[in-house]
């Protein structure tokens, strides 16, 4: 999954090895952002708590057998698998158990956006955590990337798009995101990225089941064309790929770099919400790209 760089290297993130190139920073930001239309088109016919739990519980079988497949399996010490399961919860079930849960109530552009603002949470908490420095250029950075997105969110709830009680759950998700990612740089398990990716994506599964059996029912689901597409996608694309690529940049680039290309998000999701599912985009949606693109720019560059 490496990629050698041709590219200066100040044309790289700040903190990222010369070794990683755009490339598998360019595809987890398309993985990740289009996730938000296919959950939506999923949701559709499946309760989300069953659909995340089947999600997660194929996904985790599979990526374990990549790993024993290519020969990297290896148990991992008591800590590292309580904290994989600890990080399975937080970025599996209680992050996409209540965004998804949340978006059958709002649309996917709006919950991407919302998501987006992770950076910020994530650069003001990283010192205090992690130790890492917050210069002026990435502060200046996150503040711009905060202020687009909350351009477009004032363009989304100001026309009342959008419902409160989903909004919540969004917001919930988007913390557990932060702790996870936190909580990823502070824990350092040392197992491969399949092994350790399919061990979250498998506790995700175990946390979300009872509650998935308590609260929705199979019977609801529609064995539709469009959600075994959408699911098949989530499943090799997202939880594979797209999880497999950010804990690869985020194992390697300091938490709160790592965190700032979450603000590509928005744009990406406006893009996916208009392309496939025909979801309104304003001139205050396009405005608020702006300060998004100049805020990510001095937040992922390298001081010279």
């Keep these: 999954m490496k990629a050698i760089s041709t590219l200066p290297a100040n044309a790289l993130p700040a903190d990222v090895p010369r070794g990683v190139s755009w490339a598998p920073i360019a595809a987890f930001c398309f993985l990740w952002s289009s996730a938000f239309a296919a959950a939506k088109i999923a949701v559709r016919d499946c309760p989300p708590l069953t659909l995340l739990t089947i999600r997660f519980l194929i996904a985790g079988m599979l990526m374990l057998g990549l790993a024993a497949a290519s020969g990297r399996w290896k148990r991992p010490a008591g800590r590292d698998l309580a904290a994989l399961i600890l990080l399975g919860m937080l970025n599996n079930s209680l992050y996409l158990g209540l965004s998804w ?6 649309s996917s552009a709006f919950t991407a956006v919302l998501i987006s603002t992770n950076p910020l949470l994530i650069g003001v908490l990283a010192g205090p955590v992690l130790g890492e420095r917050l210069g002026w250029r990435k502060l200046t950075g996150l503040c711009l990337g905060l202020a687009g997105v909350a351009l477009v969110l004032r363009s989304r709830l ?5 419902d409160l009680h989903g909004t919540l759950l969004v917001t919930g998700g988007l913390i557990a995101l932060v702790a996870g ?8 398990p040392a197992t491969g990225l399949w092994t350790s990716t399919g061990i979250q994506s498998l506790a995700g599964a175990a946390a979300l089941l009872p509650f998935a059996l308590a609260n929705e029912s199979l019977g609801d689901a529609r064995m539709t064309a469009s959600l075994f597409w959408s699911m098949a996608y989530m499943i090799v694309a997202v939880s594979m790929g797209g999880y497999y690529l950010w804990f ?3 194992g390697r680039a300091s938490a709160t770099s790592a965190s700032a290309l979450h603000f590509l998000m928005p744009p990406l999701g406006l893009l996916f919400g208009w392309l496939v599912l025909s979801e309104p985009v304003s001139w205050l949606d396009l405005l608020g790209i702006v300060p998004i693109a100049f805020g990510i720019w001095l937040a992922t560059r390298r001081s010279v």
């Design 248 to 250: 690869m940049i985020l």
């Design 101 to 106: 849960s949340g978006m059958t109530s709002v």
């Design 181 to 188: 990612t936190l909580l990823y740089k502070r824990l350092k």
């Design 158 to 162: 100001s026309g009342m798009q959008e």
